[in-house]
């Protein structure tokens, strides 16, 4: 079964400190992978996606194909970074559908 | 450059009622898709679209219908609401290629309460 498997719901960490978000997928063949942000009472926006390999407000992520995982890392958290974020799963072909995580707020204590 | 358009932003409804939430989006993006955002059960999928004419089911698609007579626009009709469906709504398009996609645009979201 296609599923994206994020175990946190809520990660708190202060000022400063490093953040990794946690993703894992199940997928049987080669997905997209994509980290979306939904800053309070915002829409989703799209953050970074694993093919680009790009770093954006100072995050990044790797994707481990041998550990189905997909990783948000930021080595020094701010507390504009508070937000809710989800990882997210597309198939490379055959079908359009998004498959999303439950999503993890990220709280940034000052 | 207005991207994926959602409206009502916000909506109160009584059990019973029916109401169309609409979407539209100006990107000439093949696919569409619904979806609806609950606590601790992140975005489930409603329906989708991949092309003017042809829908199909979500994950959660009871008591939900769509259609999509153009590419722009994507509307989801709630047939008679029930406070089961009270939620946050978003809509999202994004491109139908694979490999380098751009990911989903989304809407800025429908908050619906019904009760």
């Not at chain 1, 978000?21 to 063949?29: D, I, P, V, W």
């Not at chain 1, 504009?80 to 799963?89: F, K, P, V």
């Not at chain 2, 722009?72 to 999202?92: G, I, K, N």
């Amino acid at each position: 079964a296609q599923r994206v498997t994020q175990p946190e719901k809520l990660l708190s960490v202060f000022k400063g400190a490093p953040v990794e978000l946690k993703c894992n997928y199940s997928y049987s063949g080669s997905p997209e992978l994509f980290w979306y942000v939904q800053y309070s009472r915002q829409r989703l926006q799209l953050l970074l996606r694993h093919i680009s390999r790009e770093s954006i407000k100072g995050f990044t992520a790797d994707l481990n194909k041998g550990e189905t995982s997909f990783h948000l890392k930021k080595p020094f958290a701010q507390e504009e970074d508070s937000a809710m974020y989800y990882c997210a799963l597309k198939p490379l072909s055959g079908t359009y559908k998004y498959i999303f995580g439950t999503g993890t707020r990220l709280k940034v204590l000052a | 450059n207005a991207g994926v358009t959602q409206t009502p932003k916000f909506q109160v409804l009584k059990t019973g009622q029916s109401m169309t939430l609409q979407c539209a989006q100006d990107m000439n993006h093949e696919y569409m898709s619904w979806y609806r955002q609950d606590p601790g059960m992140g975005l489930r999928l409603i329906h989708y679209s991949v092309g003017a004419g042809i829908t199909d089911q979500g994950e959660v698609p009871n008591g939900y219908n769509v259609s999509r007579s153009t590419t722009e626009d994507f509307p989801l009709r709630l047939l008679s609401a029930a406070p089961s469906q009270t939620s946050v709504y978003f809509c999202a398009s994004s491109y139908s290629g694979g490999g380098g996609g751009r990911g989903a645009f989304f809407g800025q979201g429908t908050r619906l309460t019904v009760v």
